[in-house]
């Protein structure tokens, strides 16, 4: 995810990776990738937070800001493509 969040933001997967705080734009490209792995991928707050370094509760900030900010049309098309392109790419099909 860290990756294909990565490449579709132009920001550096290393940038996303790294420990203690970040440019407010990594954070928030960070905060719409942990929001899509619980939202979409069905990953556990404790697991992503694991996945990107961060603390559970970090996670559940992020999924609430993000959620809050989908009111905003533009910024609901970006997280909503996001969601597409992660879905395609890392969930596993449920057909035999």
Avoid: P, W
């Amino acid at each position: 995810m860290i990756d294909i969040v990565a490449a579709l933001f132009n920001v550096s997967s290393k940038e996303l990776r790294r420990a203690g705080k970040t440019a407010t734009a990594v954070s928030r490209v960070r905060q719409i990738a942990m929001y899509v792995c619980h939202v979409s991928l069905e990953l556990t707050m404790t697991d992503i937070g694991s996945g990107f370094g961060r603390d559970r509760t970090t996670v559940m900030h992020a999924c609430h800001l993000i959620e809050d900010m989908r009111d905003d049309a533009e910024f609901d098309g970006i997280v909503g493509l996001t969601e597409r392109i992660a879905v395609a790419a890392l969930r596993r099909g449920d057909a035999a």
